[in-house]
């Protein structure tokens, strides 16, 4: 299993940039695809953006392509969200997630069985 510590999280003005960091303990991080999603007040748990293991493959939400960049350092045991042209909409509270031996990316919450505690995202405009 690995366990999954976020940080970064805080307040921005739209426009601004906020980056995200998943800090993972034991030594099968490098074995774990990586997920980023987000839960707004009311609302279901979203997509946000996913890795491999080997951080050669990445896929995004439409909603934030061409604006979010997720990676990884498996040296570090730390995953990254880096946040750019921030938008009230993506205020939320920020989970990493990860599954040990997953071979690809996925956009489903139920394909990742470890989480971290969340990291709260708050833009205001």
């Known amino acids: 299993q690995v366990q999954l510590v976020e940080s970064g999280g805080g307040l921005a003005q739209a426009g601004g940039s906020l980056r995200l960091s998943c800090a993972a303990s034991g030594r099968t991080f490098s074995s774990a695809a990586m997920g980023w999603f987000r839960q707004a007040p009311g609302r279901e748990r979203e997509f946000v953006a996913s890795?491999?293991?080997?951080?050669?493959?990445?896929v995004y939400a439409d909603s934030v392509k061409g604006r979010f960049t997720i990676s990884r350092d498996n040296a570090k045991n730390t995953g990254y969200l880096q946040m750019n042209s921030l938008k009230p909409e993506d205020t939320a509270v920020y989970y990493c997630?990860?599954?040990?031996?997953?071979?690809?990316?996925?956009?489903?919450?139920?394909?990742?069985?470890?989480w971290g505690q969340g990291t709260q995202v708050t833009v205001s405009s």
């Open positions: 890795i491999t293991r080997d951080g050669t493959s990445s």
């Open positions: 997630a990860a599954r040990v031996f997953l071979r690809r990316t996925s956009t489903i919450p139920d394909d990742y069985d470890n």
